[in-house]
């Protein structure tokens, strides 16, 4: 148990300095605390976003419940994330926080998923504030502000509550994501996507092309040049502050309607935020690119659920993985004698009979054969 909770610890430490995000150490397991788990107490999450000079104009942050945790801090996912088929409870390397976090963010922005809080940060109030949440393991996307001359990108926000400190149980945790500043080049950049199936080579239930949802915002009087697809591009103000789950104006109606707020008119949604979906299939080797300036653009990808397998989504330097992993196949279940009426007694009978008339019949036939 030691060893397992040092792993752990090790990992949330890993990933705080891959997120740039620190968090604080989450228990193994209830024995690491010198006092019992009160399972009926509420929790609370400050998230406080260090925005300096950038101001963000009105920006829901979406709060999500990914997993609950047993007794034991075993995490289960919640239903809203169950078609997403982590495994929250094998996470040893920075690497494997870093794909969760890339898959989260993605399936967040991909799928209609209800959040169990929404806190509206501006530029006087940059601090969102969840209370009353119960025990299980919590996820923020990553939000971006994208300003004339600059790209600023917070975080995502991965936190499990409550969680152990000092050998005690904290109920009220509060964590700071950092930021990465970006500033344009106006240089051709290349993007790709890479489609990976882990299957071990079994490709029957490969189907001949999986479908990349693109989705990108422009920044002030820029123009995207994109060279391999038909995506087009419009002027956006500056700055603007996007939360990825609200990426595009389909998931932002449907979010929103989810969570019971009122949709938000033509006029609300960000006329920059521009939608391409692209096959990629076996004849593109799996592989899908295109050139742009950078000039701002935010860009993402999705990828689309496929029967029989996994998705998780990596995010690399100008490209993302969407690695689809194979899921267990059911065997058929054994063939038992069936018993009770259904038995099949009579076949039984029957051979039993001809087989105690064969060996009579030796009998009789060998005794003929001594006599004679």
Not at 25 to 41: I, M, N, P, R
Not at 276 to 290: G, K, L, P, R, T
Request: aromatic content about 10%; charged content about 20%.
């Amino acid at each position: 148990m030691k060893k397992y909770f040092s792993l752990v610890t090790v990992s949330l430490l890993a990933m705080a300095m891959v997120f740039t995000m620190p968090l604080k150490a989450s228990a193994a397991s209830t024995d690491q605390a010198d006092e019992k788990l009160d399972a009926g107490k509420t929790n609370t999450l400050t998230v406080v976003y260090n925005a300096g000079d950038d101001a963000f104009q009105d920006t829901a942050i979406q709060l999500y419940r990914v997993a609950d945790f047993s007794a034991d801090y075993k995490f289960t996912l919640t239903e809203g994330f169950a078609a997403s088929g982590l495994d929250l409870n094998n996470l040893e390397s920075s690497d494997q926080w870093s794909t969760v976090a890339d898959t989260l963010d993605a399936y967040v922005k991909g799928n209609s998923v209800a959040s169990v809080g929404t806190f509206t940060v501006s530029g006087t109030n940059t601090t969102a504030k969840f209370d009353n949440l119960t025990a299980g393991w919590y996820f923020i996307p990553q939000v971006v502000i994208v300003c004339e001359n600059e790209i600023r990108t917070f975080s995502s926000v991965i936190a499990t509550l409550p969680t152990v400190q000092d050998r005690k149980w904290v109920y009220s945790v509060e964590t700071k994501p950092k930021s990465e500043t970006v500033v344009p080049t106006y240089k051709d950049v290349n993007y790709f996507i890479t489609v990976v199936w882990n299957d071990n080579g079994v490709t029957k239930y490969r189907p001949d092309s999986v479908v990349a949802h693109i989705t990108h915002t422009v920044n002030t009087e820029s123009e995207a040049n994109v060279v391999k697809t038909s995506v087009s591009s419009t002027a956006s103000s500056s700055p603007k502050a996007l939360a990825y789950g609200f990426f595009g104006a389909t998931p932002l109606v449907s979010l929103l309607s989810e969570t019971g707020d009122a949709a938000p008119s033509a006029e609300d949604v960000p006329s920059s935020t521009v939608k391409q979906d692209v096959n990629i299939s076996s004849a593109m080797n799996w592989h899908y690119e295109w050139t742009t300036k950078d000039d701002g653009t935010v860009w993402n990808v999705t990828g689309e659920n496929v029967p029989h397998y996994t998705l998780t989504t990596k995010t690399v330097d100008h490209g993302w993985i969407l690695e689809y992993k194979l899921n267990p196949i059911p065997q058929p279940d054994p063939i038992i004698p069936r018993t009770g009426e259904e038995f099949p007694w009579l076949a039984v009978v029957l051979l039993s009979v001809s087989g105690v008339m064969l060996v009579v019949f030796g009998i009789v036939s060998r005794r003929k054969a001594h006599d004679r």
